[in-house]
């Protein structure tokens, strides 16, 4: 089963604020500085264009989305979060960081209310922006990471197994290379190599399922020495 951040689940959804919608690692707050331009943040820390900037009401409404959804009311959060991308269809080009962050919230607020098949949609069109996006500005390569963690998660949701491990594995390359430079990226490491696991376990492949789900546990118990906050990742590691 995949869970959406910021419950804990034996899948984690990244979450993405400025850049959400993707899951957070448990634990982790903030996206890395040095990612804060790349569209997630994990909602998605894109920074946007000087000619499209976006109306105080409508980061309002995102805010506000973004609230209900901590505070465990998704149908309420997504309500909201589909008045902000009306405003996107009819202001801002398709190829857009910003609708690419809308796009991976309202895929992770439609996965939360059961509509999971329809979670795919915005969820794909997301990666295909952020992907398209990372060909010239490489800051953008952590917002794919979260859309293929995301994309991972709902194809398992819906059934799509096999499916699930490509996306996974490809987000958790990029992770393993944002974090050799910065330790921050180490959560997210850590939960894609959670994922991993539960998904390679879902398609029968169980002894393979074991070296990525003990590596998640080691930097899990690593991070936890000096933050108690990843306590409850070891324990479900």
């Known amino acids: 089963m995949a869970a959406l951040l910021p419950t804990r689940g034996l899948a984690s959804l990244l979450y993405a604020p400025l850049v959400l919608l993707s899951a957070w690692p448990a634990g982790a707050q903030t996206f890395p500085a040095e990612a804060a331009t790349a569209g997630t943040t994990f909602l998605s820390q894109a920074s946007q264009p000087a000619d499209s900037p976006i109306p105080a009401d409508i980061t309002a409404l995102e805010e506000r989305a973004r609230g209900l959804y ?11 979060m589909q008045q902000v991308m009306g405003w996107v269809d009819g202001h801002l080009q398709r190829n857009t960081p910003y609708r690419a962050k809308i796009q991976i919230w309202k895929g992770l607020l439609l996965s939360a209310v059961g509509r999971r098949q329809e979670a795919l949609a915005p969820t794909e ?15 953008y390569l952590p917002d794919v990471a979260t859309a293929l963690n995301n994309l ?7 059934g799509r197994r096999q499916e699930a491990l490509a996306p996974t594995e490809e987000a958790l390359n990029i992770y393993l ?16 190599l959670n994922n991993l696991g539960v998904f ?28 108690p906050a990843y306590l409850p990742d070891v324990a479900m590691a």
């Open 70 to 80: 901590e505070r465990g009311e998704p149908q309420k959060a997504l309500e909201l």
């Open 125 to 139: 069109e997301a990666l295909k922006i952020y992907r398209e996006q990372a060909k010239s500005n490489p800051a």
């Open 152 to 158: 991972g998660i709902m194809y398992s949701e819906v």
């Open 177 to 192: 290379e944002q974090a050799k430079s910065n330790p921050a990226y180490l959560p997210y490491v850590a939960t894609a």
């Open 200 to 227: 390679l376990s879902e398609v029968g492949r169980r002894q393979e399922a074991l070296a990525p789900t003990e590596e998640a546990l080691k930097i899990y118990r690593e991070l936890a020495k000096s933050n």
